[in-house]
């Protein structure tokens, strides 16, 4: 038995597809596969040279001497005033740092001129006097350059050193003098160089 459809029968209308299955059907005509997400502009940045001679003498294997030269200059000036919101807005718009919000800069910290876009706070943050962000290390026959991520509500003392790579954690504080080599937990309390780091309980 063979049926027929109605002259009056008409189609019903297709649903459009969610932005989540659109996606998904894309991805899954594409013979590729699935698009991988697009890793951190930092880590993009990141280089590692091994066997370039000379680290210093040679540094332009890794940034352009003009930029930095012209970025030192700059950030020398900058980093003299007191730290306000205003300071924390400059450096933010003239270098490209990440700022979240209420970071305030001390008089006489320095970000690293090699590129301080690579360098990101979170908010609520307090960098102390003198205290220098680097995000370069070379050697004699390395430059090696890797991103600095201070998180939020994040104390850091007067004169301090932190080191290319490092990641200090939501909460944690950092105490004057400190050279911070190494990862600082959330919540952490690190001292001293070498660096050594006490656990404080979460309230």
Known sequence: MTLKASADFQALPERPLSADRRQ???QADDPAGPAKPAAPESATLARDVKGGGHGMLNADHVASRWKVAIRHVLMSVVGRLPGTRFK?????RIFGVKMGRDVGLACGSMLD????SMISFGDNVIVG??????IHAF???RQRVKPVVIGSDVMIGAQCLIAPGVTIGDGASIAPGTVVSRNVPPGAMAYGNPMRIRKRSVM
């Open 24 to 26: 998904s059907r894309r």
């Open 88 to 92: 924390s807005r400059l450096i933010s």
């Open 113 to 116: 001129p090699y590129e301080p």
């Open 129 to 134: 006097y003198e205290t220098k962000i680097f």
């Open 139 to 141: 050697t004699l026959n």
